[in-house]
T-cell receptor, first 113, second 112 residues
Framework: DTGVSQDPRHKITKRGQNVTFRCDPISEHNRLYWYRQTLGQGPEFLTYFQNEAQLEKSRLLSDRFSAERPKGSFSTLEIQRTEQGDSAMYLC???????????FGPGTRLLVL | GDSVTQMEGPVTLSEEAFLTINCTYTATGYPSLFWYVQYPGEGLQLLLKATKADDKGSNKGFEATYRKETTSFHLEKGSVQVSDSAVYFCALSDQGGNQFYFGTGTSLTVIP
């Protein structure tokens, strides 16, 4: 399977704990995006990488959130000191140099108790 | 700023009924328009897209036409099936293709 993969698929944590999610984009896709989706809503943009450079961040991305893409391939999204309001589906997408289409992974569903 | 407004659901149809899900957008420049579908427990899958005015995107019997004059990209299917039950998202990408804006989604349930 050469699609976008995300790990883990589900995460349950207690408030105050740190969590980290991983995204592996389609190989050779140089652009990688993170979104957050809450129940009944569409995905909301969080941040975007072109290769290893983080080029854009939404104001939704508070100081507790940090994303990296150290070698321009996989990416990690870390949430520190989780809050119940962080409970959501976190989606990753990738896109190649040509074309506008973003290809999405299956998401990581986070539940903060 | 750019945004997408789509018809609220949920929508329930009988098998073989005609489907329309309305989507209108606000954007500067020349956005590309998309419909994504999300089946239960899965991520978003691209259903169809159109990159310029008057283009028609089509896939699996679904169609949508990019109408610049009405700023719309309505999704249609002539005869829905039970397997079409899912949540449908209208989206646009800005002219640079770096920002995606999604609608809130429309849940479709098709009953036999």
């Amino acid at each position: 399977d050469t699609g976008v993969s995300q790990d883990p698929r589900h995460k349950i944590t207690k408030r105050g704990q740190n969590v980290t999610f991983r995204c592996d984009p389609i190989s050779e896709h140089n652009r990688l995006y993170w979104y957050r989706q809450t129940l009944g809503q569409g995905p909301e943009f969080l941040t975007y990488f072109q290769n290893e450079a983080q080029l854009e961040k939404s104001r939704l991305l508070s100081d507790r959130f940090s994303a990296e893409r150290p070698k321009g391939s996989f990416s990690t999204l870390e949430i520190q000191r989780t809050e119940q309001g962080d409970s959501a589906m976190y989606l990753c997408a990738s896109r190649g140099l040509a074309g506008e289409t973003q290809y999405f992974g299956p998401g990581t569903r986070l539940l903060v108790l | 700023g750019d945004s997408v407004t789509q018809m609220e659901g949920p929508v329930t149809l009988s098998e073989e009924a005609f489907l329309t899900i309305n989507c209108t957008y606000t954007a500067t420049g020349y956005p590309s328009l998309f419909w994504y579908v999300q089946y239960p427990g899965e991520g978003l899958q691209l259903l169809l897209k159109a990159t310029k005015a008057d283009d028609k995107g089509s896939n699996k019997g679904f169609e949508a036409t990019y109408r610049k004059e009405t700023t719309s990209f309505h999704l249609e299917k002539g005869s829905v099936q039970v397997s079409d039950s899912a949540v449908y998202f209208c989206a646009l990408s800005d002219q640079g293709g770096n920002q995606f804006y999604f609608g809130t989604g429309t849940s479709l349930t098709v009953i036999p």
